[in-house]
T-cell receptor, first 113, second 115 residues
Framework: QQQVKQSPQSLIVQKGGIPIINCAYE??????FPWYQQFPGKGPALLIAIRPDVSEKKEGRFTISFNKSAKQFSLHIMDSQPGDSATYFCAAEKQGGSEKLVFGKGTKLTVNP | DGGITQSPKYLFRKEGQNVTLSCEQN?????MYWYRQDPGQGLRLIYY?????DFQKGDIAEGYSVSREKKESFPLTVTSAQKNPTAFYLC????WGQGRRSEQYFGPGTRLTVT
């Protein structure tokens, strides 16, 4: 049973476009939602994270939008650049400190020049 | 320079052989994790350890074993019982506990190919 569903699987945009990656979850016990960025042949790195007490969080060109009632959250990349081409993973973690992240299956983003 | 080291970057083994993947961290993190990554499958948790000399199975532990004898080291053994061992293996660590959320830091990964 997949606990975090991520879409789309792949995404191609032109430079300057605004790619949007969506994630949905079922378990209302999740209370921490990070996004990781992974370049080919490298390990993932934390990009931005949000908790359900806010509806939006921005860090530079990256924004997370969170809809608690719909149990959905999304990543927006403003003014996307070719250097943003990577695989993006959403994740969720339960309250209670188990420290186990549940990952989505990833979205491969390509930003064309 | 703090971080997580995984070695080797590429590893080749014959079917039926056990192989051990190394993971070392100098971040003074209590928790360490092993994930397996396959194309289109995301990251799946194999084992994790929150404290020295203790570890728990993740979602896909069958065919794998780990040890945590030192805080900074968490080696993963892929045994011959693992039916499909070819994959990209990622080690991570985090400062578990202290009543706060902690980012998981990932190593560069080891790509294991079994033929």
């Amino acid at each position: 049973q997949q606990q975090v569903k991520q879409s789309p699987q792949s995404l191609i945009v032109q430079k300057g476009g605004i790619p949007i990656i969506n994630c949905a979850y079922e378990n209302t016990a999740f209370d921490y939602f990070p996004w990781y960025q992974q370049f080919p042949g490298k390990g993932p790195a934390l990009l931005i994270a949000i908790r359900p007490d806010v509806s939006e969080k921005k860090e530079g060109r990256f924004t997370i939008s969170f809809n608690k009632s719909a149990k959905q959250f999304s990543l927006h990349i403003m003014d996307s650049q070719p250097g943003d081409s990577a695989t993006y993973f959403c994740a969720a973690e339960k309250q209670g400190g188990s420290e186990k992240l549940v990952f989505g299956k990833g979205t491969k983003l390509t930003v064309n020049p | 320079d703090g971080g997580i080291t995984q070695s080797p970057k590429y590893l080749f083994r014959k079917e039926g052989q056990n192989v051990t993947l190394s993971c070392e961290q100098n971040l003074n993190h209590d928790a360490m994790y092993w994930y397996r990554q396959d194309p289109g499958q995301g990251l799946r948790l194999i084992y994790y350890s929150q404290i020295v000399n203790d570890f728990q199975k993740g979602d896909i532990a069958e065919g794998y074993s780990v040890s945590r004898e030192k805080k900074e080291s968490f080696p993963l053994t892929v045994t011959s019982a693992q039916k499909n061992p070819t994959a990209f293996y990622l080690c991570a660590s985090s400062a578990w506990g202290q009543g706060r959320r902690s980012e998981q830091y990932f190593g560069p990964g080891t790509r294991l190919t079994v033929t």
